[in-house]
Nanobody, 119 residues
Framework: QVRLVESGGGLVQPGGSLRLSCAASGIIFSISTMAWYRQAPGEQRELVARISSGGNIDYGDSVKGRFFISRDNSKNTVTLQMNGLKPEDTAVYYC?????????????WGQGTQVTVSS
């Protein structure tokens, strides 16, 4: 059974920082592409950051230079360090795991963690 459990969300003032973590189980973490997505009320879910099994990283344009994604294959965790937070970063943040094997190509999602940026 796949489980992706996010933690670290909360309320922070503009300019502040938060660190989100996602603990994965039930997947072959080392071969999975791991990502963070977010969804604000009334908006579509969008990519925040993605890291492949080989360490290739992509960021959404709105977070480049402020957010940083990393993974620890020994602990099956992926982390999102968020700095310089803005009110427009307010959203539910979801952890995503993608199995790239040709016979799988499956996507799994966590339950999400709320991030609110407000003074």
């Amino acid at each position: 059974q796949v489980r992706l459990v996010e933690s670290g969300g909360g309320l922070v003032q503009p300019g502040g920082s938060l660190r989100l973590s996602c603990a994965a189980s039930g997947i072959i973490f080392s071969i999975s592409t791991m990502a963070w997505y977010r969804q604000a009320p009334g908006e579509q879910r969008e990519l925040v950051a993605r890291i492949s099994s080989g360490g290739n990283i992509d960021y959404g344009d709105s977070v480049k230079g402020r957010f940083f994604i990393s993974r620890d294959n020994s602990k099956n965790t992926v982390t999102l360090q968020m700095n310089g937070l803005k009110p427009e970063d307010t959203a539910v943040y979801y952890c995503n795991a993608f199995d790239p094997r040709p016979t799988y190509k499956t996507n799994d999602w966590g339950q999400g963690t709320q991030v609110t940026v407000s003074s």
